[in-house]
């Protein structure tokens, strides 16, 4: 896995990815004054308000780094229905929040998908409502981080299922199994829609970051 993050986000720490082929992933600052759109992409922003337009450009700047870093061109990534349309032979994510924004594209894959969360966004107000009653039964046996990390993956693997399933999955019909000691997940699909079924032949991974967490999710049939 290629890997790219703005150094003073990092402040010294470079999270160890997998060693997955022909896959990055780029971390940037939210609004980066280095942060440029393509052609194509700077129509689709006309008509953008201030914050969708700095969430929108860093987006697809993180994700024209992580293309240069497989050795591609940079290619717009364009939209259909607000979801991202990526170029042919690629396929990717984008997540951002207030500070960061984060993307991944691969070659390798059928399907990826990434996310990044402020750890306390998840309160335990709101885990009745994300999270199977067994997830929320395990949460309370896990550190802290873990009701953020689980939402964070479910939101990966939404993203990743999407273009394969077309179809929305609501919280209840996924459910998020942890593997601390190697910082990964697997989802389990209890829904009855047949194509989001491939979302448990996905692996994916975390890493925490100062006060958020990133969450990355492939496909591979």
Request: charge should be neutral; include cysteine.
């Amino acid at each position: 896995m290629h890997w790219h993050c703005d150094d003073h986000i990092m402040r010294g720490m470079q999270p160890s990815w997998p060693m997955l082929a022909d896959t990055a992933l780029a971390l940037v600052a939210n609004g980066t004054v280095d942060a440029r759109l393509l052609s194509d992409e700077r129509r689709l922003a006309r008509s953008m308000g201030s914050q969708r337009l700095k969430d929108f450009t860093s987006g697809r700047h993180s994700a024209h780094i992580a293309q240069r870093l497989l050795g591609l061109d940079e290619q717009s990534v364009l939209r259909v229905d607000r979801s991202p349309l990526w170029p042919l032979g690629q396929c990717g994510s984008i997540s951002h929040c207030r500070e960061w924004a984060f993307a991944g594209v691969s070659t390798q894959f059928r399907s990826i998908g990434v996310d990044i969360e402020t750890i306390n966004r998840v309160t335990p107000k709101l885990h009745r409502a994300l999270f199977r009653p067994d997830e929320i039964a395990a949460l309370g046996a896990q550190p802290d981080t873990a009701a953020a990390i689980a939402f964070s993956a479910k939101e990966a693997g939404y993203k990743a299922i999407f273009p394969i399933g077309g179809t929305f999955i609501g919280f209840q019909e996924a459910s998020i199994e942890l593997d601390w000691p190697h910082q990964q997940f697997r989802i389990r699909y209890h829904g009855a829609h047949e194509p989001n079924k491939a979302l448990e032949s996905g692996v994916g991974h975390w890493r925490l970051i100062h006060n958020h967490v990133l969450t990355f999710f492939s496909i591979q049939e």
